[in-house]
């Protein structure tokens, strides 16, 4: 099947996503989303016809016309997101109302036959009889810089990739639409529909991992760019000099904020011999060593510097923190708070901090919810 031009339309989406934890009626869901009612009612129509919604019996209250629930059909279809990491791939299969049907992860090797691997892993799921016939489409998340719009991996150094057709090559050996994007883009989707967005139509995800990435949701739609890619935050320049960055430029938020930033400093200061996985990082800091949380307070408040920058460009009023590094939040909080205060302008109102508890099914997840995004698109 040809790659399907990328489109995004997140209505449909939407409504799904905020049906899940309960029913409501037409002007319910008008007036949470902000919608007419002649589009509510078109939207839902069709999702009716598509078996994603049924009909309660109608609720008669008072003397206007009976109002007639609308309730998700969460098992009526299913998205398939896939997480892809250096050496596994982790999957989630989802319900319509964002619920988790089951999940799997299988070794991977992003240097051999790349395509081919995510294929195997998807026909598993197709060919599932419980399930494959039910999967609307594959949502992939993947680290670096990648072109939704082409499906192209620009550029991935934890993969090693560079300029890689994924998307494209994969859409040709599957029956079903796929999808890619950004990993911290596909979680900001999740987060638009099922997370932060319930409460929020502009709003920041920061990932926090082994890069510094920015998901940009504004006006209840993820902000890409002309190219695809918006969302580079880990390559803010901070200052002059500053710590070697993977781009090759000094000082950037990952130099002093991405995992191997951190352990890079650790070692140069002398607090570890050996560049701590994250993991002994937390630990080191848990356990109090010497000159370990002024490392990360002091991180935090570079991430926090940075931060204010963007809430004062974009004026956008939460932000949202997720990422495998939020096991340090704890000691990158204090210094990102302050320089979040310090740093945003008195005419905003004060930014809502938000951290989501993380595992690494995350991203699968948000790779899950790109594919309800688009396929409903119409
Ligand atoms: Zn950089």
Partial sequence: MPPPPYREDLVKAEI???????????????????????????HTRRLIELGFLRELPPEVSGRGRPKVPLQVVPDAAYTLGLRVHPDHVLGVLARLDGGEVARFTRPFSPGHDPVGQLAAACEDVLRDPATGSRV??????????????????????????????????????????????????????????????RDHDDFLVLAIGDGVGMGIVL????????????????????????????????????????????AGQAVARGLVPAPPPLEELRRLAAADAPGVRDLLAEAGEVLGRAVAGVVNVLAVRALTVIGESHVLWPYLAPGFHRSVEAGVIAALPELEITLRPWDDSGHARGAASLVLAASLAS
């Fill in 16 to 42: 799904l996503a905020m049906l899940g934890p309960r029913p409501l009626n037409r002007s319910q869901i008008a007036a949470r989303l902000g919608l007419g009612a002649a589009t509510v009612s078109e």
């Fill in 136 to 197: 609307l489409g594959i949502g992939l998340a993947v680290p670096g810089v990648i072109d939704p719009g082409t499906g192209t991996v620009r550029l991935s150094p934890r993969m090693g990739w560079t300029g890689l057709a994924v998307q494209p090559a994969l859409a040709e050996r599957l029956p079903v639409p796929v999808l890619i994007d950004n990993d911290t883009r596909a979680s900001t989707t999740g987060e638009l529909l099922y997370g932060t967005g």
């Fill in 219 to 262: 006006g209840r739609r993820v902000h890409r760019g002309p190219d695809g890619v918006a969302g580079e935050f880990g390559h803010v320049p901070t200052g002059p000099g500053g710590p070697p960055c993977v781009c090759g430029r000094r000082g950037c938020v990952d130099a002093y904020v991405a995992d191997y930033g951190l």
